[in-house]
């Protein structure tokens, strides 16, 4: 069956310290990945994708993720965390040109000024 | 400003009651989607839609029901609520096939 799976559900961090949230996926065909951002109170928004092409995806505010196919991991890291990153984190996949996408239960960041 | 349109914010409804979440997107997306976030639980799709008049289930359809007349709109309907229906409500929308950028700003539901 179709999951994407997030390792951790809470991570606390001192500003400056490096980020990686880990994220696994199990599909069976081609699938896109996604990593999204809710702070506190708000919506969720885009971090960035991975279609095809360059494993390595820079996304907005720092954020970069690497498609490992042989480790069915989609990583978030970001070399050097703020305090104004402490939000909640998640992992989506969806497999080719789907639209049922399947969320990871989120990781909670909480990032100590 | 372009996006995802959501409303109302808040609602609490007394159980068996019904009610209508609305949602419209402006930005002539084919693809409308309606979640729900709970806590610890990640995003569930409730209902999705490719197109206006074509509506499917997602992973946790029971007790809703939704249309599509037209592109812009996608309401979501709730018609006996039950205290498990607590939730946070998410509508989102997206072209075929390229990932859902925009969400609404949520509707937060409690039943009692």
């Known amino acids: 069956a179709q999951s994407v799976s997030q390792h951790n559900h809470h991570v606390i961090l001192s500003e400056a310290a490096s980020l990686e949230l880990g994220c696994n996926y199990s599909?069976?065909?081609?699938?896109?990945l996604f990593w999204y951002v809710q702070y506190p109170g708000q919506h969720l928004q885009l971090l960035l994708k991975?279609?095809?092409?360059?494993?390595l995806v820079k996304g907005i505010k720092g954020f970069e993720a690497e498609f490992i196919k042989s480790k069915f991991s989609f990583n978030l890291r970001k070399p050097s965390v703020q305090w104004s990153d402490t939000a909640e984190y998640f992992c989506?996949?969806?497999?080719?040109?789907?639209?049922?996408?399947?969320f990871g239960k989120g990781t909670r960041l909480l990032v100590k000024p | 400003n372009a996006g995802v349109t959501q409303t109302p914010k808040f609602r609490i409804l007394k159980i068996g009651q019904s009610m209508t979440l609305q949602c419209a997107q402006d930005?002539?997306?084919?693809?409308m989607y309606w979640y729900r976030q709970d806590p610890g639980m990640g995003l569930k799709l409730i209902y999705y839609?490719?197109?206006?008049?074509?509506?499917d289930k997602g992973e946790v359809p029971n007790g809703y029901n939704v249309s599509r007349s037209t592109t812009e709109d996608f309401p979501l309907r709730l018609e006996l609520a039950a205290p498990s229906q607590t939730s946070v409500y998410f509508c989102?929308?997206?072209?075929?096939?390229?990932?859902?950028?925009?969400f609404g700003s949520g509707t937060r539901l409690t039943v009692v």
């Open positions: 930005m002539n997306h084919n693809y």
């Open positions: 989102a929308s997206s072209y075929a096939g390229q990932g859902i950028s925009f």
């Open positions: 991975y279609f095809s092409g360059d494993p």
């Open positions: 599909y069976g065909g081609t699938v896109n």
């Open positions: 989506a996949g969806a497999e080719g040109q789907g639209f049922s996408f399947i």
């Open positions: 839609s490719v197109g206006a008049g074509i509506t």
